[in-house]
């Protein structure tokens, strides 16, 4: 609504060649909708800076004002003013505009603004109430005076400000009140019902009255059609709002809409009780919220439910609430590219929200824990590897494998292939979008967690145990063979657990296995002083690296593959029947 607009100042600028061709740029759209709607029925703005502006009448006139004074915008006061005086007549007129709950005690009294402002409101049109003021040459001269004192003042500057311009705020002619429809973006219906089927909750925050944000809701289906709702009433009063949540309490499987006066009451008497109850509805709704609620509502959120918080804004007045959230999503569109700048992730339609979460989320989470939890084995196994040759040795201070070994095992043996599991997918895009409930088991945390670490610590005690016991069984006479027959075991079992991890392979996978295999082929005739050539062309380092790799790698296989079978993914039985599916398709053609 108009009290979610950062500043209301526009700037318009007029095409040298054609005197009918005004281009218009404000910081609001609604401003641009307004001001087109007056040229459209005559009335133009042609030309507009920072000290004047011309407007062309109907009957060809050319109407002259000197720009006085400006009040921007601000979200606390919500609304903004202007003094101008006309050229021709010299009359000073003081006109301003803001939201209709700020502007009804402004006005004077009139039995039909509150109602038309409702209508308007119920048809999801965001409303604006326009009135004016005639001040005398005295009368401005002293606000002047009293204006620039107050900017001028050293201590509570904004309050003397505001206080002087409050002065002209009282009285004021009502002129009009507009109505601007704020269209929805393409798919938005659609994204908001995979965001609920993704078990997403979604809470909607605005600045728009009560009725404008109950309509965007009902079109956007955000609520549906069937769903109750739960209008939280206006409160003002401690025992008001106690009574309001004893029936909320009530009703906790309703949607819930409240403004954010009432809001703000409840969160500082009842936090964590209005907290509570609000998770528990499908949806919420909360209009008339300044920057500093949609903060604070995001913050509350974090603290109560210790999950992590999206936010997603497409104007000024959501950086806070992108930024107070743990993963702030900006829209750039006609609000400017504020909210853009300030998130982490910058998007040009809301629509593609579902596939950022849904697909490039899945994928991250995903990710991210492969990678980790590699990282983590790659390490520790050697070092296991270490603490057993050492025991064996009687804790002699001799390292098992001397540093160009422990670097090239760091780098350029397993570094490829490890970080290539960036790469790696579950599931196509297409039924990661399909099926939005496969998003559901990963708010579980089960892919990493403490469960993950411990088993893929175990996993590299038994690896590491086995290579180094097994190699020390079957080595030869010198100490080299160990080295040569350990190392190799080491490496190729890290290359075959990337390949049995990886769930659908890449081009650049099998490059990178290919690479470091190659690479430490070469590192075995190169290295001449760490490893014994005679020895690895021999067919018992052939088989002794087969047998000690194979024990490290083959149960660990079986019990993959029988927990595969016994306990299956959700997303198993999806992969089987698309594939049958392609396989019909490809017998009907």
């Given at each position: ?7 209301e ?7 040298d060649?054609?005197e ?8 609001s ?16 703005l ?6 004047s ?12 004002y ?11 006061s ?18 301003m ?6 502007m ?17 409101a ?9 009135g ?5 040459e ?5 606000f ?42 393409l798919?938005v ?9 993704a078990?997403?909750r ?10 404008t ?60 009780e ?17 920057p500093?609620?949609?903060a604070?509502?995001v ?45 982490d ?9 579902s ?16 990678l980790?939890q ?5 390490g ?13 040795f ?15 095992y760091?780098?350029i ?19 990661a ?12 945390g ?13 996993i ?26 350990t ?5 190729l ?56 790799t194979?024990?490290g ?15 299956p ?19 009907s053609?």
């Amino acid at each position: 609504g108009w009290g979610e607009k950062d500043e209301e100042q526009v700037i318009f600028s007029r095409d040298d060649i054609s005197e009918s061709s005004i281009a218009y740029q404000a910081s609001s759209p609604d401003e641009i909708a307004i001001v087109k709607w007056t040229e459209g029925i005559g009335l133009a703005l042609v030309n507009r800076d920072l000290t004047s502006m011309r407007i062309q009448a109907p009957n060809d006139n050319s109407l002259q004002y000197e720009i006085l004074q400006l009040f921007p915008f601000t979200s606390e006061s919500k609304r903004m003013g202007i003094i101008v005086r006309d050229m021709a007549t010299g009359e000073i007129t003081f006109y301003m505009k803001g939201a209709d709950s700020v502007m009804s005690s402004i006005v004077q009294y009139n039995d039909w603004m509150e109602e038309e402002c409702g209508n308007m409101a119920r048809e999801g049109l965001r409303t604006l109430v326009v009135g004016k003021k005639i001040l005398a040459e005295e009368q401005y001269a002293s606000f002047e005076i009293r204006y620039k004192q107050a900017k001028l003042s050293v201590t509570e500057r904004a309050t003397q400000v505001a206080a002087v311009v409050q002065s002209l705020e009282e009285n004021l002619e009502l002129l009009c009140v507009t109505g601007v429809e704020d269209q929805l973006q393409l798919d938005v219906r659609p994204t908001l019902e995979l965001l609920r089927n993704a078990g997403i909750r979604v809470w909607m925050l605005t600045g728009d009255k009560l009725e404008t944000a109950t309509s965007i809701a009902l079109s956007s289906r955000l609520i549906s059609r069937l769903q109750t709702i739960f209008t939280f009433k206006q409160v003002s009063s401690r025992s008001e709002a106690h009574s309001e949540l004893n029936s909320f309490r009530k009703k906790s499987d309703s949607a819930l809409v409240i403004s954010g006066s009432s809001l703000e009451l409840c969160l500082k008497h009842y936090e964590s009780e209005f907290i509570e109850l609000a998770c528990q509805c499908p949806a919420v709704v909360c209009c008339r919220c300044s920057p500093t609620h949609k903060a604070q509502v995001v913050s509350l959120l974090r603290t109560h439910t210790k999950r992590p918080v999206c936010a997603i804004g497409d104007g000024g007045n959501d950086v806070s609430m992108i930024q107070a959230a743990n993963v702030g999503i900006g829209i750039v569109g006609k609000e400017g590219k504020q909210a853009s700048l300030a998130a982490d992730f910058s998007i040009t339609q809301f629509r593609h929200v579902s596939r950022l979460l849904v697909w490039h989320g899945r994928n991250s989470y995903k990710r991210s824990a492969a990678l980790s939890q590699f990282v983590i084995h790659r390490g520790l196994i050697i070092s296991v590897m270490q603490v057993v040759f050492s025991a064996l040795f009687y804790y002699a201070a001799v390292a098992l494998y001397e540093g160009v070994l422990m670097v090239g095992y760091a780098t350029i043996y397993t570094m490829a292939p490890v970080f290539s599991l960036v790469l790696d997918e579950d599931v196509s895009p297409d039924i990661a979008l399909m099926y939005p409930e496969l998003y559901r088991d990963l708010m579980k945390g089960r892919v990493l967690s403490m469960k993950t670490f411990l088993t893929w610590v175990l996993i590299s005690i038994y690896q590491g145990g086995v290579i180094m016991l097994l190699g020390f069984q079957l080595f030869e006479s010198q100490f080299i063979h160990v080295v040569s027959i350990t190392f190799t075991a080491l490496v190729l079992t890290e290359l075959l657990m990337v390949a049995l991890t990886i769930r659908t392979w890449h081009g650049l996978m099998l490059l990178a296995e290919l690479f470091s295999v190659l690479v430490y082929a070469l590192s075995l005739v190169v290295l001449k002083d760490y490893f014994d050539g005679a020895f690895l062309l021999t067919l018992s380092f052939f088989w002794k690296t087969v047998v000690i790799t194979a024990a490290g790698c083959i149960p660990l296989l079986i019990a993959k593959f029988m927990r595969w079978r016994c306990t299956p993914p959700s997303y198993a039985k999806l992969l089987k029947e698309n594939s049958m599916f392609r396989n019909c398709c490809r017998c009907s053609c």
